[in-house]
C-alpha cells in the first residue's frame, strides 16, 4: 500500500532508448538529444500500482486518515482553549438551613437573611447562621419580601397572601412597625400589591396596587434621617410637656451629644452583629412614610356612537376635514368665508372700472 498524500514527490528518471554509445572525443561530433530517443517514468511506478481492489482501499485508508487528523486538530485547538479559559471561582456552601416549610421569598441585606415563613417572617445572621428572630403576628403566609440597606439600618417590606405590603425597620437589636400600606378595615375596599420599587438611594419607595377593577400606583417618601433620629433619641417622641422640660434643662449639652453621636456613629462589626438579641418594639412609635402621589394609567380610548360623519360635523364648530370623499356636507359658515377671502383676494378688480383696451397694431407684410 502506498504511503500518503505529499509524503514523497514523484521523481521522473531518464533512459535512453537502444545501447549506450561512447561519444566521440570533439563537441561537434556530439549527437543532439532528442526527446523522442529518450522515455520518462517513475521510479515509484512499481509500488503505485496496484490491482482495482487495493488502490480502493488505498484511497478509502487516506481519506479516512485525514479526516482523523482533522477530528484531532478540532479537539485539540478545543482542549487549548479550555485549558488557558479563567474558571470562576466556586464557594462552597458555608452552613446549611433547616426549613420547615417551603419559604414565601428570601431578601439578603449587608449582615442579615430575610426569609418569609408562616405567618411571618424569620431573621437569620450572615456571619453565623443563625436564626436571630422570628416575626409571627399575621393571620395568613408572607409570599414575597424584599430588604434594603439605609447605612446600618435596613428596611424590611413583606407582602403577604391577601397582598396586604407593610414596611418594618431594623435598627440595631430593635424591629419596628413602620406601616401598613393597604391594609384596610373593610374587605371589599381591599387592594392587593402587585409590585414593589425602591429608589437606589432608599429615599422613596412605589407600589402598585389593584382593587375593584382598577389598577394605580403609589408613591411615598421614607424620612431615613427621622427614624434615625427617632431611635437614636426616644425622648423626643415621648410626651411633649416631659420633652420641653428635659430640653430646658440640658439643651446644650443634649445637642452637642446629638452632634457628635450622628457624625461619629460606628458601624457594627460583625461580632457584635452576632451577640445581639433582636426584639420587637411596640412602644416607640415612629414616623410613617409620608404620602407623595397616586398616579392612574390612561383611560382607554372608547369607540364613537355617531352612525355618519354628517351628525359628526354638526356637533362640531371648528374642523378642517370634509369626510371621506361621500356625502360631503359644508356648512354656510365656510361658503361665507370662502367669499370673504375670494373678496379680499380680487377686490382691486371687483370695484375698479374696466377700460377698454387699444387695438393691438400689427404691420402688414408684403
Avoid at 422613596?204 to 394605580?216: P, S, V
Wanted: charged share 25%.
Amino acid at each position: 500500500m502506498s504511503s500518503s498524500k505529499g509524503s514523497r514527490k514523484q521523481r521522473p528518471s531518464v533512459f535512453a532508448k537502444g545501447p549506450l554509445e561512447i561519444p566521440s572525443p570533439t563537441e561537434a561530433d556530439l549527437p543532439k538529444d532528442d526527446e523522442k530517443d529518450f522515455d520518462f517514468w517513475d521510479m515509484y511506478q512499481e509500488l503505485d500500482t496496484l490491482p482495482l481492489p487495493y488502490r480502493m482501499i488505498n484511497k478509502l485508508v487516506n481519506l479516512l486518515f485525514d479526516y482523523s487528523w482533522e477530528v484531532i486538530e478540532e479537539r485539540e485547538a478545543l482542549r487549548e482553549i479550555e485549558k488557558n479559559r479563567i474558571l470562576p471561582t466556586t464557594y462552597p456552601p458555608g452552613a446549611e438551613i433547616q426549613l420547615n416549610k417551603m419559604p414565601g421569598g428570601m431578601a439578603v441585606s449587608q449582615d442579615y437573611l430575610f426569609i418569609g415563613g408562616v405567618k411571618g417572617f424569620s431573621i437569620y445572621n450572615l456571619h453565623n447562621f443563625k436564626r436571630m428572630y422570628v416575626w409571627e403576628k399575621l393571620k395568613v403566609d408572607v409570599i414575597s419580601i424584599w430588604a434594603m440597606d439605609l447605612g446600618n439600618e435596613v428596611l424590611i417590606i413583606p407582602v403577604d397572601e391577601l397582598g396586604i405590603v407593610r414596611l418594618f425597620y431594623l435598627y440595631k437589636d430593635s424591629l419596628f412597625l413602620l406601616k401598613a400600606i393597604n391594609e384596610m378595615d373593610d374587605i371589599s375596599k381591599q387592594s392587593t400589591c402587585v409590585k414593589m420599587e425602591l429608589s437606589p438611594s432608599g429615599d422613596y419607595a412605589a407600589f402598585l396596587l389593584q382593587g375593584a377593577g382598577d389598577i394605580w400606583l403609589e408613591v411615598y417618601k421614607l424620612p431615613k434621617e427621622t427614624w434615625l433620629k427617632e431611635v437614636e433619641h426616644p425622648q423626643f417622641t415621648l410626651n411633649p410637656k416631659k420633652k420641653t422640660k428635659q430640653l430646658q434643662l440640658s439643651t446644650p449639652d443634649s445637642a452637642l451629644t446629638e452632634s457628635v453621636e450622628t457624625n461619629l456613629r460606628p458601624s457594627l462589626s460583625p461580632y457584635a452583629i452576632q451577640d445581639l438579641n433582636i426584639c420587637f418594639k411596640t412602644d416607640l412609635k415612629l414616623s410613617p412614610p409620608v404620602y407623595v402621589m397616586k398616579i392612574k394609567p390612561p383611560k382607554p380610548i372608547a369607540g364613537t356612537t355617531f352612525k355618519s360623519p354628517l351628525e359628526i360635523f354638526s356637533k362640531v364648530e371648528d374642523y378642517c376635514g370634509l369626510g371621506s370623499g361621500q356625502n360631503h356636507y359644508i356648512k354656510d359658515v365656510q361658503w361665507e368665508q370662502h367669499m370673504e377671502i375670494f373678496n379680499a383676494s380680487y377686490k382691486k378688480y371687483l370695484e375698479g372700472e374696466w377700460e377698454e383696451e387699444p387695438l393691438s397694431h400689427v404691420p402688414l407684410l408684403y
